[in-house]
């Protein structure tokens, strides 16, 4: 059976995670990560060492070994105990998988435990649910404390927009003062920190999205640029048929490797073009799809031969999508025309292979995601915060308006904001603000 690996802590949280290993190869993989004083490794002890995370970037963590059968799964398992963060946690699951190891399956090291004997089915599903229901509570614990901070956050934003509002009514009593020049390079000032805040809110969300589900990546193109082979590149693996018969991949497929910590989804797709193969025809159709569901899609050229009709068309039916344009075949003389954006890779030498890898995290995952980040993981909140943006680019757009259409835009946006949090039934409390404000008394 193969030796498994995957983070045991929860997403996102904590002082430390934990990365376990179980598998009769565990501790062999672990040694070779983990750099250490001793020689001899006694089970059940805690050994202090450093994992080289890239070249010449060490982290000091804790590592512990259970022999087997005396452990959870009955395998020989390690577990290192690393700082927290996710992304660190990731690339030390990285690491292990490039030594040998697998990625565990959700319940697998439960599983395992089951058919060692170590524990009956029953228990295996209620620990299982236990898991569940402990991280949902965690989950849910450490999204109240989210979303404390996210109320105090908008509260703050709602007070600011109270505020504007009452100097703005302020300007038109008094219009003799020229009150309004200033009143309005206030407001804009405002509102653009405003939206810089969301704006990271959002940035911040997303990508904690990205960590926890992976990025879906599609490979398409015309028939023979080079999908399957750019495939089996990425992965590093002879995973897809490559031949020069066009048409040769009919399904998608599959298949994920990590990168920089970050699971990337590749789904290598049947060349678009005009067929009548009725298998071929679905297998296009599928291509349509995953494009849909598609986070990044690396739209595959070949540089050693001209566009065609096919690559245009290819080139419409994703022009809403996050692309990064890819030449193939650069290993031979170039043909196509050159244009800017693009990245010249060979999926036979493995020319720009590893940028391109870089750059499919880097397009998708703007930041690291520090554990005390406001992240929103609740799909209504996102979307609330998403419209707030809508408003906010209305109010930008109306900035040579009269200040009556702007205070009812902000008006607008302080209520948008206020589902977020459910603080929108007290609208009186900006006429009592008004009440209050009055210039020279
Ligand atoms: N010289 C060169 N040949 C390549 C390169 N990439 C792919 N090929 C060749 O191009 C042909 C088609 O490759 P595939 O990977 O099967 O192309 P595909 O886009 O998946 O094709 P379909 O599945 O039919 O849509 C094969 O003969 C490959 O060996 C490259 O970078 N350089
Ligand atoms: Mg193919």
Redesign the pocket.
Known sequence: MKTIVSISTPLGRGAISIVRMSGKDSLKIALKVFHLKEREIKPRYMYFGKLEIEKGVFEECLMVYFKAPNSYTGEDIVEFQIHGGVLLAQKVVELCVKKGCSLAESGEFSKRAFLNGKITLDKAEAIIGEINAESEAELNSSLKITNGKLAEKIDEEQKKLTELLAEIEVSFDYPEYDYEDIVKAKVYDVIRKIKKENDEIIEMSKSAVYLKNGINVAIV????????????ALLGEER???????????DSLKESFMHKGVKINLI?T??I?KTDDVVEKIGIEKSLKSLKSADVVLF?R?G?SSETEEDREIKQNIKDKVVINII?????PRVLKEKENEVE?????NKNINLLKDMIVETIIKNDIDANALILTNERQLATLKKCDEWIEKIFKAKELSMDVIAMLIKNLWKELGKITGNTENEDIISLIFSKFCLGK
């Open positions: 193109g015309r028939a023979n640029v080079g999908k399957s082979s750019l495939l089996n897809a048929i490559v031949t020069d018969i066009e048409g040769t991949t009919r290598d049947a060349g073009r595959v070949d050693s193939n075949k650069t290993d031979k890779v060979s999926a036979i030498t």
